[in-house]
C-alpha cells in the first residue's frame, strides 16, 4: 500500500538529527491519522462524548460528602477517556497496522533509533490528548463553574504519566497482538477494567477501604488520582508523592513490556 510506504519514506527524507526524525515521522503519522476514519472517531470524538455518560452514574451518589463535585468527576472522566481511546487503543491498532505493512521494518534499516520510531508513532495521538485535555478543562470550567485547578503541578503529572503509560502499555498490547482486526479486542480487557475499577466513571472513596486501596494500584489510578485532587487541591504531600510514585512504577513495567515483547517483523 502506497500510503504506509509514504510515512517511512517521508521520516527518512527527514533531517539526520533525532529531533529531525521524530518530527518527520510524528507529520507522516499525523496525516495518516487524518485519513483513517475510524481511528478519528477513536482518537478524537469518543473521549469527548463518553464523559456525558457519568452524569448518570453519580445520580446515586452523595459525592458532596466525599468532597467531590460532578464537574470534577466528568472532568477526570474525560481526560481519562482521552488516554484510553485517543492514545491506547488508536496506538495499538496503529503499531499492529505499521508492523503488519512492514513500515516499522524499513523504518528500521535507516537512521532512527527504535525509540524514535515509537515515540514518533505516538506523537501525534499524545498531542490530540493534550489538546482534548486542555479543552475538556477549560469546558468544565466554564460550564460546569469548578473554578481553576488548586493543585496544576499534580494536573499535569497526572495527564503526563496517564498518556505515556497509555502509550507504553499500547506498545506491549501490540506485541501481542496477531492482527490490525484483533487489536480490538486484545485492546477491550485493561480498556474495560480501567473504566470501571480506577475512579474514572466511579469514585474509589465511595468503596471499602480493603477495596478502594487496591483500586488505586491499577495502572491508570494513580494518574486519575492526581488528575481530580490536582483540581481539587485536597490531596496532601504524602498522597501525592505515592501516587507519583506508583504511577512511576507502572511506567518502569510498561517499558519492560515492551522490551520484552514489541515485535518489528510481521506475525504470519
Given at each position: ?8 519514506g517521508?521520516?527518512?527524507r ?15 503519522e499525523f ?26 452514574g ?43 505493512e ?34 475538556l ?6 460550564l ?38 484483533s ?28 477495596v ?10 494513580p ?24 504511577a ?21
Open positions: 500500500m502506497s500510503t504506509p510506504t509514504t510515512a517511512a517521508s521520516a527518512r527527514g533531517a539526520t538529527t533525532p529531533p529531525g526524525r521524530l518530527r518527520a515521522l510524528a507529520r507522516a496525516t495518516l491519522l487524518l485519513r483513517n476514519r475510524s481511528a478519528v472517531i477513536t482518537a478524537m470524538l469518543i473521549p469527548l462524548v463518553l464523559p456525558f455518560s457519568v452524569q448518570l453519580m445520580r446515586e451518589v452523595d459525592l458532596a460528602a466525599h468532597g467531590l463535585s460532578l464537574g470534577v468527576m466528568m472532568l477526570s472522566a474525560g481526560i481519562g477517556f482521552s488516554m484510553l481511546f485517543a492514545v491506547y487503543a488508536t496506538l495499538v491498532s496503529t503499531f499492529v497496522s505499521r508492523r503488519e512492514l513500515v516499522l521494518k524499513r523504518l528500521r534499516t535507516g537512521e532512527a533509533s527504535d525509540a524514535e520510531i515509537l515515540g514518533g508513532t505516538a506523537a501525534p495521538v499524545l498531542a490530540v490528548s493534550l489538546v482534548q485535555s486542555v479543552l478543562g477549560v469546558a468544565c470550567a466554564v460546569l463553574d469548578i473554578g481553576a485547578p488548586r493543585a496544576p503541578h499534580l494536573l499535569v503529572l497526572g495527564i503526563v504519566l496517564g498518556a505515556l503509560l497509555c502509550a507504553a502499555l499500547a506498545a506491549a498490547t501490540a506485541g501481542l497482538t496477531r492482527t490490525v482486526e487489536s480490538q479486542v486484545s485492546s477491550m480487557p485493561f480498556l474495560f477494567v480501567t473504566v470501571i475499577s480506577s475512579g474514572m466513571t466511579f469514585p474509589t472513596e465511595v468503596m471499602p477501604d480493603r478502594a486501596a487496591v483500586l488505586d494500584l491499577l495502572p491508570l489510578s494518574a486519575i488520582r492526581l488528575i481530580r485532587d490536582g483540581w481539587l487541591g485536597t490531596m496532601t504531600a504524602a498522597e501525592a508523592l505515592t501516587a507519583v510514585g506508583t512511576l512504577v507502572w511506567v518502569v513495567v510498561a517499558v519492560f513490556a515492551v522490551r520484552r515483547w514489541f515485535r518489528w517483523d510481521p506475525r504470519r
